[in-house]
């Protein structure tokens, strides 16, 4: 079946752009959560959804980024004023249920603040 | 605070050698942890877990990962490298089980003939 896939692959914008950015998770997965990968550096979550609701939204970096999800499928984080800083590889994840189940990840957006 | 280490940046090994990437990682209660790979241009896979029991827990591609709770380690191992396993390995905790994991900056492995 299809996995989880995330558009676009690449996207290249300006400094002080905004963007969007979309996952969309494994059918039927209740859960998605959003990591952010920077050069050199490991996996940074950001956030996660249980259904259409983030519990837990301590992880986003700045006032600058928010994500929704919608239909408790289809979710996007949207960087706002876009920084150079904010240059990185978005990975999205899914899994079943939100705790003691794999989260599958999608191949990433890369992001390149210019 | 939690956190993964992975000491070691990059690692170069021969084919059909053994392997051991190390992982240490800081977290007050029972910790839940992972050990993922991520290839060029793919998405992490998860090679293993560990969440209770068995100390010694086995994962797929033949890798397995030993639990120490007195070091505070949840190294990888493998006892015969294949050119496929040249990839990036990632370890990670999750407090909560899966949710919100908290990954080390990565181990690069390269493989050579």
């Known amino acids: 079946g299809a996995g989880v896939s995330q558009s676009p692959s690449n996207k290249v914008t300006e400094k002080g752009k905004d963007v969007e950015l979309r996952c969309d998770p494994i059918?039927?997965?209740?859960?998605l959560y959003w990591y952010r990968q920077s050069l050199g550096q490991g996996l940074e979550f950001l956030i996660y959804?249980?259904?259409?609701?983030?519990?837990?939204k301590s992880g986003l970096p700045s006032d600058r980024f928010s994500a929704e999800r919608t239909g408790g499928s289809v979710s996007t984080l949207t960087i706002q004023r876009t920084q150079q800083e904010d240059s990185a590889v978005y990975l999205c994840?899914?899994?079943?249920?939100?705790?003691?189940?794999?989260?599958?990840f999608g191949p990433g957006t890369r992001l390149t603040v210019l | 605070a939690q956190s993964v280490t992975q000491p070691d940046i990059h690692i170069t090994v021969s084919e059909g050698a053994s392997l051991e990437l190390r992982c240490n990682y800081s977290y007050g209660a029972t910790p839940y942890l992972f050990w993922y790979v991520q290839s060029p241009g793919q998405g992490l896979q998860l090679l293993l877990k560990?969440?209770?029991?068995?100390?010694l827990v086995q994962g797929i591609k033949g890798f397995e990962a030993e639990f120490k709770r007195s070091q505070s380690s949840f190294n990888l191992r493998k006892p015969s490298v294949h050119w496929s396993d040249a990839a990036e390995y990632f370890c990670a905790v999750g407090p909560g089980g899966y949710n919100k994991l908290i990954f080390g900056a990565g181990t690069r492995l390269a493989v050579h003939p």
């Open positions: 059918s039927g997965h209740t859960a």
């Open positions: 959804f249980q259904g259409n609701s983030a519990p837990d």
């Open positions: 994840a899914s899994s079943l249920e939100l705790s003691y189940n794999e989260q599958f």
């Open positions: 560990y969440f209770s029991g068995d100390t």
